[in-house]
């Protein structure tokens, strides 16, 4: 059964620093050094998005209480949650991404990982909402 959808499905893991690097040195490398292993591997299995999002604490800290202490969060979007699914089978992903990740990710913290639909209500500006009602949803 596929898991094709209209709303492209999103996967985000939250995650944290390794104690021993400093945020600039963990958001340095997360951008400059995992980001151009985890490409090829997401286009290879038609994963549209990926995205990283650096949470500095002096941004968390002025979301206190609510903000969650992790130092921020990858996405990745795909049409189905087959295609993630593949993806993270991949050998690839066992033998370079995993195993780099542990190079600057505190694995033993709690990493919280959420998957859903994405549904866009407003993007670049524009309220989506008004152009898939004129489009019937297309």
Do not use: C
């Not at 949470?55 to 969060?73: C, H, K, N, V, W």
């Not at 593949?86 to 033998?95: G, N, S, V």
């Not at 542990?102 to 209500?121: C, L, N, P, Y």
């Amino acid at each position: 059964m596929s898991n094709t959808s209209r709303h492209p499905i999103v996967l985000m893991g939250y995650v944290k620093r390794l104690p021993s690097l400093t945020p600039e040195e963990f958001y340095k490398y997360w951008e400059t050094v995992h980001a151009p292993l985890v490409v090829p591997w997401v286009l290879k299995h038609g994963i549209t998005d990926y995205r990283q999002v650096h949470t500095p604490q002096s941004l968390r800290s002025a979301l206190t209480p609510s903000a969650m202490e992790y130092d921020g969060y990858g996405q990745l979007t795909a049409q189905s949650l087959e295609d993630i699914q593949a993806a993270l089978q991949d050998p690839y992903y066992a033998e370079v991404i995993e195993p780099d990740e542990r190079r600057f990710i505190d694995k033993s913290a709690a990493m919280v990982t959420a998957a859903g639909h994405q549904v866009d209500i407003l993007k670049g500006g524009e309220d989506v909402r008004r152009v898939e009602e004129s489009t019937g949803g297309k």
